[in-house]
Structure formats: C-alpha cells, structure tokens
C-alpha cells in the first residue's frame, strides 16, 4: 500500500516536469524556467494563500496537497495552448512564482498572459516587469506573436501599473462571476525593437 502510494506520488511529481521542451528564459532580474517538481510545495502554498488569489479574482484551494498533485498535473504540461514557467530570480535561484501564456493560438498569433508572484516580500522590487518583458519578448521575437493580452481586476492598482509600465494598454472592461476586470492588450507593431544585449527574453537553452 504504502509502495503504491509512493509511486502515485512519484508519477503525479514527475508530470510536473512534463513541458522540459519549454526553453530556459533570461531576463535582467530574473530567468524563467520550465516548470519542475521542486516547484510543487510553493505552487501548492501560493494557491491556498485566499488574499494572493483574491487579487486575481479567484478561490484558494481547498484541496489536500495529494489531490493538488493529482489536479496540477494536468495543468503544466504545453498542451491545450499553454505554456508555463517558473520564475527564479538571479541572484539566488529562488522561485518567487509562476507565468504563462494560456490560449496560444499560432495561427491569429495571439495569447493570454498571466503572471503571480506568490512571495510577498518580492512585489514592488521590479521582478513582475522583468519577468512580463521576458516573456513578451519570447513571445514576440521566439513565437511570432503579434498580440498579446490579459485581464486584471480594476482594483489591482500595482498589477495595472506594472502591465502598463510593460507597454499593455487598457481596450475593454469585462464583469465576470461578480468581479470587475479591465481587459489590457500589447501589439508587435507597437512595441520598440529591443537592442540585441538588453533584450529580456533570450534563450538560455
Ligand atoms: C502584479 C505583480 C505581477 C507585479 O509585479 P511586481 O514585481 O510587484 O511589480 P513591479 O515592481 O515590476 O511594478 C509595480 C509598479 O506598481 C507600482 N505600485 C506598487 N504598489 C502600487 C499600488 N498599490 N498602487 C499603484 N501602483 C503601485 C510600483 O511603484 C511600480 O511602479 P513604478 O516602477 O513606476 O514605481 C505582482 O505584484 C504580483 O504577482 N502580485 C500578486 C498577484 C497579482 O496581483 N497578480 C496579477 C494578477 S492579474
């Protein structure tokens, strides 16, 4: 029993590491990592934390961390139009929270990005910037993308700020399951090219 339980865990664990053909971002602050099985515990800890997941609108977890395990899973693989990473900071390799493109669509060249940084000793230090701009130029530059969008509640004040500071600009509101969201979208056309040795975004591998 207690074998099969292991193996269980072990399984669930390893989906975790499902999407190794993701690349290894590098951004000024921070890189962005595909997603592995160490990241489980502070994933876990993020998504019971009610007031982190009360700024973007949704519900803590109620779940064990086995079910969590068995749940997550499914969530961090590159199918279903979803790429997610990790993001370390440089200077010690801590993983601080997540980013992903949800709802790729190559052929309209479009995403959803979304971003949370669990650790609350790192908002307002610069690492959501950092990080949006990673993955905005990955997805622009690597992907192809053209556009790129996400939605924010109306009262997230430091999310709006640091989107906007990101060059994403409000295009609509949307009321969803009782919350207020503004509706922001960054264009390729729009954006500066990076110069070549500042470009956040490069592939590490
Ligand atoms: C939103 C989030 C990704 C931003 O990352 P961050 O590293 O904290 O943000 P940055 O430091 O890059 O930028 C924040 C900006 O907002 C400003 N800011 C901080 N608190 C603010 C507030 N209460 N009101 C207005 N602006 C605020 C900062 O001064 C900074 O702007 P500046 O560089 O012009 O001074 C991060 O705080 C986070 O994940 N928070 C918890 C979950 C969440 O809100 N997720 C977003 C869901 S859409």
Same mark, same amino acid.
């Given at each position: 029993?207690?074998?099969?339980? @292991? %193996?269980? %865990?072990?399984?669930?664990?390893?989906?975790?590491?499902?999407?190794?053909?993701?690349?290894?971002?590098?951004?000024?602050?921070?890189?962005?990592?595909?997603?592995?099985?160490?990241? *489980?515990?502070?994933?876990?800890?993020?998504?019971?934390?009610?007031?982190?997941? *009360?700024?973007?609108?949704?519900?803590? @977890?109620?779940?064990?961390?086995? !079910?969590? @395990?068995?749940?997550?899973? *499914?969530?961090?693989?590159?199918?279903?139009?979803?790429?997610?990473?990790? %993001?370390?900071?440089?200077?010690?390799?801590?993983?601080?929270?997540?980013?992903?493109?949800?709802?790729? !669509?190559?052929?309209?060249?479009?995403?959803?990005?979304?971003?949370?940084?669990?650790?609350?000793?790192?908002?307002?230090?610069?690492?959501?910037? !950092? *990080?949006?701009?990673?993955?905005?130029?990955?997805?622009?530059?690597?992907?192809?993308?053209?556009?790129?969008?996400?939605?924010?509640? $109306?009262?997230?004040?430091?999310?709006?700020?640091?989107? $906007?500071?990101?060059?994403?600009?409000?295009?609509?509101?949307?009321?969803?399951?009782?919350?207020?969201? %503004?509706?922001?979208?960054?264009?390729?056309?729009?954006?500066?090219?990076?110069?070549?040795?500042?470009?956040?975004?490069?592939?590490?591998?």
């Amino acid at each position: 029993m207690a074998a099969r339980l @292991l %193996i269980w %865990i072990f399984t669930c664990l390893s989906r975790y590491d499902s999407n190794m053909t993701l690349p290894t971002l590098a951004g000024l602050k921070v890189r962005l990592c595909p997603k592995s099985a160490a990241d *489980a515990r502070s994933d876990y800890r993020w998504q019971k934390d009610a007031e982190l997941m *009360a700024l973007n609108g949704n519900e803590p @977890l109620r779940e064990s961390f086995l !079910d969590y @395990l068995t749940l997550s899973a *499914a969530d961090y693989g590159t199918a279903n139009g979803m790429e997610m990473f990790a %993001i370390r900071t440089l200077s010690e390799n801590r993983h601080i929270g997540n980013c992903a493109l949800y709802q790729l !669509d190559h052929a309209a060249g479009e995403a959803q990005l979304g971003i949370t940084l669990g650790e609350r000793d790192c908002w307002g230090h610069g690492y959501g910037h !950092d *990080a949006m701009m990673t993955m905005v130029n990955y997805a622009l530059e690597s992907l192809g993308l053209v556009r790129l969008h996400l939605k924010t509640l $109306e009262n997230n004040d430091r999310a709006r700020r640091c989107f $906007e500071k990101c060059g994403f600009s409000p295009y609509g509101k949307l009321l969803h399951e009782g919350h207020q969201y %503004i509706l922001m979208e960054l264009r390729a056309a729009s954006m500066p090219s990076p110069a070549e040795d500042q470009a956040p975004g490069k592939m590490l591998s």
